[in-house]
């Protein structure tokens, strides 16, 4: 079973420019998250999705970013202007709801697009 | 606030050695507590996940502990091998299940 994909891996871009980022789950996975991570922290959640539905974006800064999952299936998150400050690892996951007997869903992780702003 | 805390920071054992690594948490209310481990350029990949009731859990030479009382959790590794230089992220997960609270990590590598 193919793991949740992104693309591109790397993304050099010059500040003030627009970026995009792309993300395919898991097969059958409803839920989504994009998560930002900077040089020696953990993830921070940018939004999480539901479906088609963005059901958390409380972290999501709006001036500039903007997410999408038109079908429920794949999504972008979409960077307008850049700024320096946004130099990170974006990361996508998902999952599917809880298996029989656990009380918990475990997040599937893609590798991640490294993004440089010059 | 909820927050969680790892130590140390980083650290630097050579291969074979076995080594702990340390999470305190300040979460309410608790749902549960996992162990990630991300390599370079990857994405965490879980290792174990410990509801309340759990105190240990393992996954091979993995081995996570967890004291709910103290609100602390320890990984092991023993017998480390050199693909075990990565970090590692303590999570604990708010009663929702979807809101997670990372640590920072720790830098573990291992030396031949």
């Known amino acids: 079973e193919a793991g949740v994909v992104q693309s591109p891996r790397y993304k050099i871009i010059e500040k003030k420019q627009p970026v995009a980022f792309w993300c395919n789950p898991i097969?059958?996975?409803?839920?989504l998250y994009w998560y930002r991570q900077n040089l020696g922290q953990g993830p921070e959640l940018l939004i999480r999705?539901?479906?088609?539905?963005?059901?958390?974006d409380s972290q999501l800064p709006k001036d500039r970013f903007s997410a999408e999952r038109l079908k429920g299936v794949d999504s972008t998150l979409k960077i307008q202007p850049a700024e320096l400050g946004d130099s990170a690892v974006y990361l996508c996951?998902?999952?599917?709801?809880?298996?029989?007997?656990?009380?918990?869903?475990?997040?599937?992780f893609g590798p991640g697009t490294r993004l440089t702003v010059l | 606030k909820n927050q969680v805390e790892q130590n140390p920071q980083s650290l630097i054992i050579l291969e074979g050695k076995n080594c702990t690594l340390q999470c305190n948490y300040t979460v309410s209310p608790f749902s549960n507590l996992r162990w990630y481990k991300q390599d370079t350029g990857r994405g965490p990949v879980s290792l174990t996940i410990?509801?309340?009731s759990e105190n240990t859990k393992s996954n091979g030479r993995y081995t996570a502990t967890l004291d709910a009382d103290t609100k602390q959790s320890s990984l092991h590794i023993t017998a480390s091998q050199l693909s075990d230089s990565a970090s590692y992220i303590c999570v604990v997960s708010v009663d929702s299940n979807y809101q997670l609270i990372w640590g920072a990590g720790t830098k573990l590598i291992i030396k031949p």
């Open positions: 410990m509801t309340f």
């Open positions: 999705y539901e479906n088609e539905e963005a059901v958390d």
């Open positions: 097969s059958g996975h409803n839920t």
């Open positions: 996951a998902s999952n599917g709801k809880g298996e029989a007997g656990t009380i918990y869903n475990e997040q599937f």
